[in-house]
Each structure stands twice: as structure tokens, then as C-alpha cells.
Antibody, heavy 119, light 108 residues
Framework: EVQLVESGGGLVKPGGSLRLSCAAS????????MSWVRQAPGKGLEWVGR??????????DYAAPVKGRFTISRDDSKNPLYLQMSSLKTEDTAVYYC??????????WGQGTLVTVSS | SSELTQDPAVSVALGQTVRITCQGD??????ASWYQQKPGQAPVLVIY???NRPSGIPDRFSGSSSGNTASLTITGAQAEDEADYYC???????????FGGGTKLTVL
């Protein structure tokens, strides 16, 4: 059974940093492309970014609102996926979901972790 | 354009058929996927590709596409189908992902 468990969410001040983690199990993590999707309170889904598997180049792509501030990384030896967030803004407040992704299709979602950016 | 457009809300009588649509230029090149999200829960993939259902998704859910419009059809809607539905696809570059704004489905 595929399981994705996010952690690391919490309250952070504007301009601050936070690192989210995603523990993955039940599939070949090292061969998987992974992504982060967020959802602001009461709003729709927004793609944050994606990292390919190392065998496919490990390329990372980001949505325009987070490019230059957020970094996705992976540790294939231990299976976590990370989202390093810096220069956080109030509009980054959202539930952040860790997902698997194949050619744009998001097959599995974690339960999400809430990030609140507020002074 | 990298945007996908959905109607904000749709309603259907119990047992009837409803179609939820998603429009965008990228759909001329890529298939849409559809996700169901119930309150307080993570989204769940219900349709992907030309018209594929993941294991466990009832066959009353189906997908289709024509030109720049993708559709999710629920044939014989049930009370448990009441949820928000989102479409997504790759954008025109193929490197990014875009979501529609979501459609709130009410089953009357």
C-alpha cells in the first residue's frame, strides 16, 4: 500500500523559513517522480513543483509563485522528499500535499500538512 | 495559455447523470486528469488518460475529451459523489502542471 506522510508544518512569521518532509513507502521511491501541491484555506489546488527521479535526471520544476524561494529535494537512501521554503509570505499559507506524479497525473496524495504564515 | 477553467458549481438530482467540464489550451495536447475531494480529506484520483479509472473507482465515473474541453461524467450520481472536483493537466510546455479552479458538485 502506498503511503505518503507529510510532516514539518506549523506557524512561521513572514520572511521566515520552514522545511517540510514526506515519508514515502509502499513503492519504489527512487524510481518515482514526486511533487508538492498546496491548497490555501477554502481555495483550490495549486501545483508547487516536481522533482524527477535521479535516473531521469533529477530535474526540478517550480510554479512561478514559488520559484526562487522553494526547493524540492529527495534522499533516495532514506525515502524522504523535502520542500524547503524560504522568504515565506502570508499567501503561502496552505495545506501542503506530497504526491507521486507521472506525466502530470497525480496518482497518490499524502494527508497534507498545514503551513501558516502569520505575524 | 496555462489555465484550466471549470464551472464553480453544478448540481444533479440523485440517480441522474451530470457532466463536469474543464477548458484550456493545454487540453488540445494533453489529457486531463480528474480528482475528487471531500471536506477535510486529500484529493483522490478518479479519472486519468483517455478514460482510465484507478482501482476502486466506481464505473459510473467516466472521462472524455474534445478539442480544448475535457469532461467528467457521473452516470447515476450517488449521494456520496457530492464533493469538489478538480481537473489538471500538464501545461503547454509539458514541464509544469496546472489545475482548474474546481467544481462543487451538489447531489439533490
Amino acid at each position: 500500500e502506498v503511503q505518503l506522510v507529510e510532516s514539518g508544518g506549523g506557524l512561521v512569521k513572514p520572511g521566515g523559513s520552514l522545511r517540510l518532509s514526506c515519508a514515502a513507502s509502499g513503492f519504489s521511491f527512487s524510481n518515482a517522480w514526486m511533487s508538492w501541491v498546496r491548497q490555501a484555506p477554502g481555495k483550490g489546488l495549486e501545483w508547487v513543483g516536481r522533482i524527477k527521479s535521479k535516473t531521469d535526471g533529477g530535474t526540478r520544476d517550480y510554479a512561478a509563485p514559488v520559484k526562487g524561494r522553494f526547493t524540492i529535494s529527495r534522499d533516495d537512501s532514506k525515502n524522504p522528499l523535502y520542500l524547503q521554503m524560504s522568504s515565506l509570505k502570508t499567501e503561502d499559507t496552505a495545506v501542503y500535499y506530497c504526491t507521486t506524479i507521472v506525466r502530470g497525473v497525480i496518482y497518490y496524495w499524502g494527508q497534507g500538512t498545514l503551513v501558516t504564515v502569520s505575524s | 495559455s496555462s489555465e484550466l477553467t471549470q464551472d464553480p458549481a453544478v448540481s444533479v438530482a440523485l440517480g441522474q447523470t451530470v457532466r463536469i467540464t474543464c477548458q484550456g489550451d493545454s487540453l488540445r495536447k494533453y489529457y486531463a486528469s480528474w480528482y475528487q475531494q471531500k471536506p477535510g480529506q486529500a484529493p483522490v484520483l478518479v479519472i486519468y488518460g483517455k478514460n482510465n479509472r484507478p482501482s476502486g473507482i466506481p464505473d459510473r465515473f467516466s472521462g472524455s475529451s474534445s478539442g480544448n474541453t475535457a469532461s467528467l461524467t457521473i452516470t447515476g450520481a450517488q449521494a456520496e459523489d457530492e464533493a469538489d472536483y478538480y481537473c489538471n493537466s500538464r501545461d503547454s510546455s509539458g514541464n509544469h502542471v496546472v489545475f482548474g479552479g474546481g467544481t462543487k458538485l451538489t447531489v439533490l
